[in-house]
């Protein structure tokens, strides 16, 4: 976009093992292989970058952080150069919030994404997806992440909100601010809150006088156990975050799992020709692209699979570093799309279990499943260019196909 | 000799990933949260071994255990 200013840059890195950053262009090109370094190296990495920050890179070391609320705090779960000071104007309650305000805050939201729930849903994010490609396949050629994968749960979440499904590019801005240029630049980050707070408060004060059938309205009507409605903040950061961790997050996950099937026309085939396999192949897809990496802050001194661990600093909590380990995962560099054994952690492990994993399984199963009807053969575009996003959610940006067969 | 299986979630560890539910759903039930637990008293009926043994081990809490009686 033209109106950023340039981030601050880092310095390239040189030593991953005593040095590493997220951030840097050979992390978001290719991080498979730096893992399995840092891996090599240790349990546990640290950098000075960022004012300090731990990475767990095994399983168990990413299990062990994520279960541990005592030492490891949610308060801050972006790795940023910054540390902006905590307040409830940008706290998101249930992510950003650690026992025992956590539990009443997650099971408010957790309702309206059973599985159950999702199912109803089902038949208008086929009706999307379909549109989405109506747009383009006479084109006989697409980017993938801007047209089609980008705007399936954006129209879902705005759905579910009851939010028009025209807004989708301001929700994709203030996403951009928040997850990319809010890393080095704070007061993007700032600015996008406070834009999307006014944005909500004027939905909530509409929906005042007329309540409607939708999350705002479900928040707005929420009581908690002594029968008081939640403070107005706590509505909208929970709005904020729903509408944050539901978009870019499944967004990356479709735009790699297509990414996948348009280098993988075996795997492809397979999945036309035996369509039962899906949700098994879903699960490999986010195993292997998990999109989201999480992060923490230690509260405590303590020890991770040995590793002393020291107070002040962040962690980066990486869950698709984690899902490559191969101690956890025989074969973790390949994609099994028929994968029996999967305990992957792609939503997180423990408490803070993704909200939206549901609703994020289901958009990926129709979003793979109505493309393959209609497009069963489709190949990376040799003259364009697959970009990646930088920083916390890694999914491709650009991802642009040839439709048909390849001639 | 007929071995029997019974399935129990472990509910201080379930964090409601519903792997068991969609692996298994003759042997899991989801509570308004989306919380596992075993159906009835986690009796696997004969046949439905797989899927009990599937859903244990696709479960990244580690919530679920088979037990064999």
């Known amino acids: ?99 025992p305000a956590h539990k009443p805050a997650k099971q408010l939201l957790l309702p309206p994404f059973t ?58 801005k203030w996403i951009h601010m928040i997850l990319e240029l809010g890393i080095k630049d704070e007061s993007k980050l700032l600015q996008a809150v406070q834009e999307m707070s006014a944005y909500f408060g004027a939905h909530i004060e509409a929906r005042k006088d007329k309540p409607t059938d939708d999350l705002i309205s479900y928040l707005m009507n929420a009581r908690d156990k002594a029968g008081k409605p939640l403070e107005e903040s706590h509505v909208l950061g929970s709005l904020r975050l729903l509408l944050i961790a539901g978009i870019d997050t499944t967004w990356s996950a479709i735009g790699s799992s297509l990414w996948h099937l348009a280098r993988t026309p075996v795997d492809r085939e397979r999945l036309i020709a035996e369509p039962e396999m899906m949700p098994t192949a879903v699960e490999e897809l986010l195993r292997a692209f998990s999109p989201v990496t999480m992060a923490r802050e230690v509260v405590k001194e303590t020890t991770i699979s040995g590793c002393p661990v020291k107070a002040g600093n962040m962690v980066l909590l990486s869950f698709p570093a984690a899902n490559r380990d191969p101690k956890m995962f025989p074969d973790a560099d390949k994609v099994v799309i028929d994968r029996r054994e999967n305990r992957h952690a792609a939503f997180g492990l423990g408490i803070h279990r993704c909200v939206g994993s549901n609703l994020a399984r289901m958009e990926m199963q129709v979003a793979l499943e109505e493309w393959l009807k209609r497009i069963p053969d489709f190949r990376l575009d040799p003259a364009g260019t697959v970009t990646w996003s930088q920083g916390t959610v890694r999914g491709p940006r650009q991802l642009p196909f040839l439709l048909g067969k390849a001639m | 000799m007929t071995e029997r299986l019974r399935v129990h979630v472990d509910p201080d560890k379930c964090q409601g990933h519903a792997r068991c539910k969609a692996l298994a759903p003759e042997l899991f039930e989801l509570d308004e949260y989306g919380n596992a637990h075993e159906a009835g008293d986690g009796t696997v009926p004969p046949g439905l071994e797989d899927k009990a043994w599937l859903a244990k081990s696709n479960c990244p809490e580690i919530a679920i255990d088979v037990i064999e009686e």
């Open chain 1, 1 to 99: 976009m033209s109106d950023v200013s340039p981030p601050a840059a880092h310095p390239p890195v040189t030593d991953w093992v005593n040095d590493f950053d997220h951030t840097d262009p050979q992390w978001t090109e290719d991080p498979f292989p730096i893992w399995e370094e840092l891996r090599a190296a240790s349990p546990v990495v640290h950098t000075e970058r960022f004012l300090g920050c731990y990475m767990p890179t095994t399983y168990e070391a990413v299990r062990e952080i994520a279960n541990d609320t005592e030492h490891f705090s949610s308060r801050r779960i972006i790795v940023r150069d910054v540390r902006p000071e905590i307040t409830s104007r940008n706290a998101a309650p249930p992510i950003t919030s650690d026992p």
């Open chain 1, 115 to 172: 599985p159950d729930a999702m199912k109803k849903l089902e038949p208008r994010m086929r009706a999307i997806c379909n549109e989405l490609i109506d747009g383009f396949i006479a084109d006989g050629k697409v980017d993938a992440a801007a047209r089609y994968s980008k705007y399936i749960p954006v129209r879902a979440i705005a759905h579910m909100l009851g939010i028009p499904e025209s807004d989708s590019d301001l929700f994709i």
